[in-house]
């Protein structure tokens, strides 16, 4: 049979796991406690007929022990689902606790307005936008560091390596172009494009053409009306007709 006095004697005195001791007082760590204290009233192991109430996930259960079911642990505790309408869960547990005790009773609606409260504070800071502060470790922060030197250094390698090769390939060393982007192909395509027009426009090219003298000349002849012309004994004769006071002249020299 269960003792209430022998057993909180036994847990207070001598030795309890729940207990804990600090410059403030005695405090419970026990979930089912009500006040958090350790004290002979609010003790869940000393108290055979005992409530509580509890925090599941946002929703609040209360939590009720008979001596009735002290023999099975398994349904030792009762447990009821609260609204979360406030007054509607007191209403609740005033008809759940009408004969118990009523210092037991107060302390079961003073559990209920703290959690109300803490769950309402909870929904605000949840809504609220805040700086979320992150600590980084030295020794993250030394590889991190670390490692952007080695790619910095790489980095510095791969642009030297790149342009040794370009100029290579300009140079003629290489038959062939290997293992280069296409893209960089195209690109150094198009600079000795540009250089090779910019040396062009420098350089003034002198051009020798073969003079047509003949066919100026008949253009010039016909231009003055001479139709009849030929070359003897390396003499030019021309024989030209005009027209004056109404008569065709024909000259010839």
Known sequence: M??????????????????????????????????????????????????????????FYLYMKTIERAHKPNDLWERVKLPRNYEKALELIDKHL??????????????LTKMTQMRIRMRKLALKTREKIMTTPRKEKKREARREEKAEKAAVLDKAIEKELLARLENGIYDGIYNLPFNKFLQTLDTDELQAEDENEEESEVEYVEGNFEL???????????????????????????????????VTF
């Not at 009500?34 to 192991?45: A, D, E, K």
């Open 2 to 59: 269960q003792h209430d006095e022998v057993i909180w004697q036994v847990i207070r005195h001598k030795h309890c796991s729940f207990m804990s001791k600090i410059t403030t007082g005695i405090f419970c760590r026990n979930p089912y406690n009500v006040t958090g204290i350790c004290n002979r009233s609010s003790c869940p192991l000393a108290n055979s007929r005992y409530a509580t109430i509890r925090d599941h996930d946002g929703v």
């Open 98 to 111: 009408m004969y118990w005790s009523k210092l037991l009773v107060h302390k079961i609606k003073q559990r």
């Open 216 to 250: 100026e000349e008949e253009d010039d002849i016909e231009d003055l009306g001479m139709k009849d012309y030929h070359i003897s004994n390396g003499m030019t004769l021309v024989c030209v007709e005009h027209e004056e006071g109404g008569e065709r002249q024909k």
